[in-house]
Structures are given as C-alpha cells and as structure tokens.
C-alpha cells in the first residue's frame, strides 16, 4: 500500500470516529474536524489532485460551513455535524458533492425515522437495558446523531471522489 492510499483512509476513518462519538455522546469532538480540515492539503498534494479540483473543494468546504452555521443558528444542525459537514465536502469536492449530499439526506431520514419508531415503542416494552448512551438514543425527545449520517455518506461516496482515483491513479 502507497503513502497515498494509506493518507486516504484517514477521511473514512475520521468519518467513522465522528459517527461513533456522535451516537455514544450526541457530540462530535471538535479535533476530528480540525484533523480533517488540516490533513487535506498535504494529502491532495501528496496524491498529486489537480490545484483546480483541490480550490473547487476548499470552496466547496468554505461554503458548506457558511451553510452549517446558519443551519446550527436555527437550530436544525448540531455544531459538530455543521463542522464535520463542511470537512466532509472539502474531501468528497466537487465530483462526489452531490451523492454525499444526497446520500446524507437519505441516510438521516433512515436514521430519524428508525430512532422515532424506536422511540414510539420502546415505553411499551418492560425495561430499556442497555448502556446509558444506548438510552440516550432512545429518549422520546431526544437529538438526531446526524454525524451517522455524514459518516454513511461519506464512505459510500469517497471510493468514486477524484482524491481516491489520484491515489490510485498513482499505485
């Protein structure tokens, strides 16, 4: 395995990390953010992307937090999913946006409507046992982890981005 490929997994990895904090704490942890908006540069240069496609992703990255924040203003986004979003389009840039976006809408009404219909039934059943952020998923008025979502999304599509077919392009 090249270096190449070997800095590409650390965007799905990162991505799996958000998912998972988000679904025990319902918080994704600022740093996976952090990690991922400072790794891009050096692996696109690394894997030699195009300078065009790598400002078509900062843009679309720019953008997307633009987004996020007005979204985590009205309180329809959490903070860490507007950050781990923005992040997240940096790296599927401007060939995978559109089935990240698609595939992230699609996944967290998946989500959202297995988490309501859990959380309709589950008063019926005897005794919710279970670790406590297992609970927590489950209350009738609880938060969406949408970072599940974003995590989906971006491992669906990442295979197919032009930072991957870079990558392999260079193998």
Avoid at 14 to 36: C, E, G, K, Q
Avoid at 48 to 57: C, E, H, R, Y
Avoid at 143 to 154: C, L, R
Wanted: glycine letters at 8%; hydrophobic letters at 65%.
């Amino acid at each position: 395995m090249t270096l190449a490929s070997l800095l590409c997994l650390l965007f799905p990895a990162m991505a799996i990390l958000a998912a998972v904090y988000d679904a025990r704490s319902m918080t994704i942890p600022n740093w996976i953010s952090i990690v991922l908006a400072l790794a891009y540069l050096p692996v696109t240069f690394i894997v030699g992307l195009p300078l065009a496609d790598i400002g078509w992703s900062l843009g679309i990255g720019f953008i997307a937090l633009v987004i996020g924040i007005a979204l985590f203003a009205f309180r329809i986004l959490g903070g860490g999913d507007a950050k781990l979003l923005a992040a997240s389009a940096m790296w599927v840039g401007l060939s995978g946006l559109l089935p990240f976006l698609l595939y992230t809408a699609l996944a967290g009404g998946a989500l959202s409507l297995l988490l309501l219909l859990a959380r309709k039934w589950m008063p019926l059943m005897p005794v919710v046992v279970g670790p406590r952020w297992m609970q927590r998923l489950l209350e009738p008025k609880g938060d969406i982890p949408y970072g599940i979502a974003i995590a989906v999304a971006a491992v669906l599509v990442y295979p197919q981005t032009a930072l991957v077919l870079a990558s392999i392009a260079m193998a």
